[in-house]
């Protein structure tokens, strides 16, 4: 089982930039697909990035330009920078990893809060 670790939520206001960190000790997620989904209360789990295998990047189509993923240089870990947030990047962000060769599996870390308020 891959246990995800998150960092970096918190306050923020709006127009500025926060970075969340996820991080794994497993480094058979090298071989993974890793990123972040984001929930609101009320909707949806929803993608923000994720980094594919292959190299990748999903995007929600929102997000465009306001957002930048990275891995680590051991490839256990993913990075989201989020600029110029808005009221609306508020949420649970989910840092996510998945295998995407047999057995087809997805892993979740616990969340982390983000909240964007003057």
Known sequence: QVQLMETGG???QPGESLTLSCETYDSVVMLYAMGWYRQVPGKQRE???VLRRGGGIDI???LKGRVTISRGHAKNSV????????AEDSGVYYCYARRDYEPRTEYWGQGTQVTVSS
Do not use: C, R, Y
């Not at 990075?79 to 808005?86: G, T, V």
């Open 10 to 12: 918190g306050l923020a």
């Open 60 to 62: 929600a189509e929102s």
């Open 47 to 49: 993608l923000v990035a």
């Open 79 to 86: 990075h989201l920078q989020m600029n110029n947030l808005k």
